[in-house]
T-cell receptor, first 115, second 114 residues
Framework: AQSVAQPEDQVNVAEGNPLTVKCTYS??????LFWYVQYPNRGLQFLLK??????LVKGSYGFEAEFNKSQTSFHLKKPSALVSDSALYFC?????????????FGDGTTLTVKP | DGGITQSPKYLFRKEGQNVTLSCEQN?????MYWYRQDPGQGLRLIYY???????QKGDIAEGYSVSREKKESFPLTVTSAQKNPTAFYLC?????????????FGPGTRLTVL
């Protein structure tokens, strides 16, 4: 079975500071990991994914994420936060134990960037 | 403009009524999904379809029904048997069954039971 945890319900950072949104996962085989962002009353937008290869994945809007197999983590990062980054962020995982490539989503982390 | 559309954006239902939420995609994707989102919770899978004329129950299918008669359409019916239907409903699609394929989401429908 696969699972994903986002240990922080809320992350607050000041504009211009680096941000990290944490995600840890549990899978039977090799993980496929995804980050999405959701603005109020909108659908989820894809940010980036890790499939294989380089552990540092770069995505949209200046976000990146680092895959760490030993710590089973896939934390989302950005060097300099913007107020417009304030949103709800979801981590998702898949592995070979599921049917139809179904994803398991974390409960989400609300990021607030203050000016 | 390619993408996934959901309608209506807001939907109000009286208790005891069935309602149908629309989801259409022009991405030529084989797989489509319905999720339910409640405050403070992640997305929970209601139903999914890997190909036309085929669909499977997700984790919380009770009180819901779907059809997949066309590749581009995957409507969700919320029946009167669903005890707590007030939620935000998200439709998604992806190219196929591949684990690496990205899911793309529609803008969502907010259903409120009066």
């Amino acid at each position: 079975a696969q699972s994903v945890a986002q240990p922080e319900d809320q992350v607050n950072v000041a504009e211009g500071n680096p941000l990290t949104v944490k995600c840890t996962y549990s899978v039977s085989g090799n993980p496929y990991l995804f980050w999405y962002v959701q603005y109020p009353n909108r659908g989820l937008q894809f940010l980036l994914k890790y499939i294989t290869g380089d552990n540092l994945v770069k995505g949209s809007y200046g976000f990146e994420a680092e895959f760490n197999k030993s710590q089973t983590s896939f934390h989302l990062k950005k060097p300099s936060a913007l107020v417009s980054d304030s949103a709800l962020y979801f981590c998702a995982v898949r592995d070979w134990s599921t049917n139809a490539g179904k994803s398991t989503f974390g409960d989400g982390t609300t990021l607030t960037v203050k000016p | 403009d390619g993408g996934i559309t959901q309608s209506p954006k807001y939907l109000f239902r009286k208790e005891g009524q069935n309602v149908t939420l629309s989801c259409e995609q022009n991405l030529n994707h084989d797989a489509m999904y319905w999720y339910r989102q409640d405050p403070g919770q992640g997305l929970r899978l209601i139903y999914y379809s890997q190909i036309v004329n085929d669909f499977q129950k997700g984790d919380i299918a009770e009180g819901y029904s779907v059809s997949r008669e066309k590749k581009e359409s995957f409507p969700l019916t919320v029946t009167s048997a669903q005890k707590n239907p007030t939620a935000f409903y998200l439709c998604a699609s992806k190219r196929g069954q591949g684990l690496a394929d990205t899911q793309y989401f529609g803008p969502g429908t907010r259903l409120t039971v009066l």
